[in-house]
């Protein structure tokens, strides 16, 4: 895994803020599951994950992190339109 994948609480926390509504909201942080292996952590950094209200899951939110460091002035269009993409998107039957 990309370390740059990692990130702390705190900052998790300024990013679901500063997401705003994007997607309607942030409905959940979260980290994924993992079964028969460790979680992967970075000391304090972990796996964030979000899932916004509009139904889209698993943004790695240090992802989110480096799109917004790209992309200073653009990143709220990319992320939203990203967003909204996965919300409409076909599901697996698993995901209802």
Known sequence: MNPSHFITKADADAIVKALGDIGGGVDKLYIPPYWGIPTPEIG?????????????????VG???????????????????????VANSPKFPWEY
């Open 44 to 60: 304090d950094a972990k796996f964030y994950h979000i899932r916004f209200k509009n139904g889209a899951d698993g943004f790695n």
């Open 63 to 85: 992802l989110i992190r480096q799109t917004m460091s790209f992309f200073p002035t653009r990143w709220p269009a990319m992320v939203d339109a990203e967003v909204r993409a």
